[in-house]
């Protein structure tokens, strides 16, 4: 069993910056950061393997960096230059095992949900 719990989320303006943090329990071989807005599907933003890999979607690889704490488990998305289309709800999901690369943006393969927490970006 894995329990996450995502810190981080707030009101900023375009431009600004923010990180939102996912500390998980247990020992999670798989992490990713999610995103939703109403009537959306969730959409992958981020993802690693603590033994290996870090992919993004390809609108905020040059503006967000997902980085580790590996013995805690923990996940940090630092994003930067944000815009008013990353306002979402952003969930943090967990998998006990690996993934491969191809299914590490799959929402479906994740058994372990955070329960969100919303970034607003607004002028």
């Known amino acids: 069993q894995v329990q996450l719990v995502e810190s981080g989320g707030g009101l900023v303006q375009p431009g600004d910056s923010l990180t939102l943090s996912c500390a998980a329990s247990g020992r999670p071989e798989t992490m990713a950061w999610f995103r939703q807005t109403a009537g959306q599907e969730r959409e992958f933003v981020a993802g690693l393997r603590f033994t290996g890999g870090i992919y993004y979607l390809d609108s905020v690889k040059d503006r967000f960096t997902l980085s580790k704490d590996t013995a805690k488990r923990t996940i940090y998305l630092h994003m930067n230059n944000l815009k008013p289309e990353d306002t979402a709800v952003y969930y943090c999901?967990?998998?006990?095992?690996?993934?491969?690369?191809?299914?590490?943006?799959?929402?479906?393969?994740?058994?372990?949900w955070g329960q969100g927490t919303q970034v607003s970006v607004s002028s």
């Open positions: 999901a967990a998998r006990l095992n690996r993934l491969i690369t191809s299914a590490v943006r799959q929402s479906s393969l994740y058994s372990y």
